[in-house]
């Protein structure tokens, strides 16, 4: 067998290996595993109750340092998980994101960098609203690294999400109560 056949063999295996589907909680929900992505690098920056809102009982930020990125201030890159009672995963901003489990994260990675989050709890009959803010990169393959500031509110009703409102601008949008200013 060639050493490329061989090569492509293991790094399949690795793969697969650290997919987040080694277990499953609930039909669909891939569980929490925190010894799979420190072996791809991630370290866990904070963890947090989340109470007030249903379906989820801990939010779990991770990052990863990106060398490359420390110029173009996207050193720093971030992952939050919404964590159930079993270590269910409700919400992952790298799905979100649409970012596959198998690329392996750089300076051209399409989420959050120095990821900040917050939640809103819900009014009565109304969604909680998470809102997520922080740098993304914003260039085209083969251009120079750029980044802006993004704000994205998300609807969270306990069982689903919604994207409320997601914006990308020079300065920080500022979210309030029912509000999001972005500074032009």
Do not use: C
């Not at 056949?5 to 697969?16: E, Q, R």
């Not at 925190?34 to 690098?41: D, F, H």
């Not at 904070?46 to 809102?53: D, H, I």
């Not at 009703?157 to 409320?164: P, Q, Y």
Request: avoid cysteine; aromatic fraction near 8%; charge should be positive.
């Amino acid at each position: 067998m060639s050493r490329l056949v061989v090569t492509v063999h293991a790094f399949v295996a690795a793969m697969l290996a650290v997919l987040p589907a080694m277990g499953q909680n609930a039909p669909g929900r891939h569980v929490f595993d925190l010894k799979a992505l420190r072996a791809l690098r991630w370290e866990i920056q904070s963890r947090a109750p989340v109470t007030g809102v249903e379906g989820a009982v801990q939010a779990v930020v991770m990052t990863m340092k990106l060398p490359e990125g420390k110029q173009f201030g996207l050193d720093e890159i971030s992952r939050l998980f919404l964590l159930d009672a079993n270590d269910g995963i409700v919400f992952d901003t790298f799905a979100w994101d649409r970012v596959s489990e198998g690329v392996e994260p750089s300076v051209n990675t399409r989420t959050f960098f120095e990821l900040k989050w917050s939640l809103a709890k819900p009014a009565r009959g109304r969604p909680a609203y998470l809102t997520l803010s922080g740098k993304v990169p914003v260039q085209a393959p083969g251009d120079p690294v750029r980044a802006v500031f993004r704000t994205t509110v998300i609807a969270w009703t306990g069982k689903a999400f919604e994207e409320v409102v997601d914006v990308r601008a020079q300065r920080p949008a500022i979210a309030g109560p029912g509000e999001v200013r972005v500074p032009y």
